[in-house]
């Protein structure tokens, strides 16, 4: 079993729509959990971090971590075609801070 | 100002050739990293330097050394290039935040296409 599963995608929607993107994880050492987005042939930026389980949000942006089912999902409210990029999951554990990304999702948000 | 920068942004070489990927960062972090990207947007961590010091080295073939001169700086040189390198070389930095959480910085990235 992968230690972090994340549908590649592409995931496509017409503007305006709520997109769930989610990553499943199997190792209970992971403590941090970030959301990356990557715009193409661009680096990969921080969208948001958590560390609890619960909700966090940011303008249109919620994460959400549920330690008890291994189970971390970014929310985008009202999506805009500037959303569309890969999204990636990522994690620290075992007292690292060095982040560990999963294979991410590809957004196409369309007009 | 760029925070973290690399240099070449497209390299396209020989299998076999020799070739070095340069990445210096203004934002004063203690730790930089070379991460790969494949052609199917996985990327994974290669190497990480704390204060110019190697603290992680993942499976990576000994063809690939990494070199930083000053914490602000860490090159990547490979050799012998194999078609099986090409694919995005991305380096970043961070300054841990305590806890385990950081946020790391990119580069725009390097396309190394080996022919």
């Known amino acids: 079993q992968k230690e972090v599963e994340q549908d590649p995608g592409p995931l496509s929607v017409p503007e305006g729509a709520i997109v769930s993107l989610n990553c499943t994880y199997s190792?209970?050492?992971?403590?941090?959990f970030m959301w990356y987005r990557q715009y193409s042939r661009k680096g990969p930026e921080l969208l948001m971090y958590?560390?609890?389980?619960g909700n966090k949000e940011d303008g249109r942006f919620t994460a959400q971590v549920d330690k008890s089912s291994k189970y971390i999902s970014l929310f985008i409210r009202d999506s805009q075609p500037s959303d569309s990029a890969t999204y990636l999951c990522a994690w620290t554990s075992g007292g690292s801070y060095i982040p560990t990304f999963g294979r991410g999702t590809s957004l196409i948000v369309h007009p | 100002d760029t925070a973290v920068s690399q240099t070449p942004k497209y390299l396209v070489t020989q299998m076999g050739n020799d070739k070095s990927i340069k990445c210096e960062q203004n934002l004063g972090h203690d730790t930089m990293y070379w991460y790969k990207q494949d052609s199917k947007k996985f990327l994974k961590i290669m190497f990480s330097y704390n204060n110019k010091e190697l603290i992680i080295n993942e499976t990576v073939p000994n063809r690939f050394s990494p070199k930083s001169p000053d914490k602000a700086h860490l090159n990547l040189h490979i050799n012998s290039l194999e078609l099986g390198d090409s694919a995005v070389y991305f380096c970043?930095?961070?300054?841990?935040?305590?806890?385990?959480?950081?946020?790391?910085?990119f580069g725009q990235g390097t396309r190394l296409t080996v022919v």
């Open positions: 190792n209970s050492a992971f403590q941090y």
């Open positions: 970043a930095s961070s300054q841990e935040g305590g806890y385990g959480n950081t946020e790391a910085f």
């Open positions: 958590t560390y609890s389980s």
